[in-house]
């Protein structure tokens, strides 16, 4: 099935932005396009769903962070992005990438985020 990479987690200060990228590179075009992706975090011992993109494109976002963050797809280079701006202390988390496929799902290791001045 090929494994779930998230990458370009760091530290920033609040207020400051980052983008993170989630690719499943061994998995054909065609099995990445009818996937649906969705980036968690977790700070404690729950992990929440931060934002989701469907297969036609629709998109999810938890409230805590809607205006803030922006998931896309790149179907051709089977990539997802989760763009973070106006970042904020209590998103300080382990950000993890999941893709569904059917009633299948698969996560990445998680990337650690913070935001600390």
């Known amino acids: 099935q090929g494994p779930v990479v998230e990458s370009g987690g760091g530290l920033v200060q609040p207020g400051g932005s980052l983008r993170l990228s989630c690719t499943a590179s061994?998995?054909?075009?065609?099995?990445?396009?009818?996937?649906?992706w969705s980036w968690y975090r977790q700070a404690g011992n729950q992990r929440e769903l931060v934002a989701s993109i469907?297969?036609?494109?629709?998109?999810n976002y938890a409230d805590s962070v809607k205006g803030r963050f922006s998931i896309s797809r790149d179907n051709s280079r089977k990539k997802v992005y989760l763009q973070m701006n106006s970042l904020k202390s209590e998103d300080t988390a382990v950000y993890y990438c999941?893709?569904?496929?059917?009633?299948?799902?698969?996560w990445g290791e998680g990337t650690q985020v913070t935001v600390s001045s």
């Open positions: 999941q893709r569904q496929a059917g009633s299948d799902i698969f």
């Open positions: 061994r998995i054909i075009l065609s099995v990445f396009n009818m996937n649906k």
């Open positions: 469907d297969t036609d494109g629709r998109t």
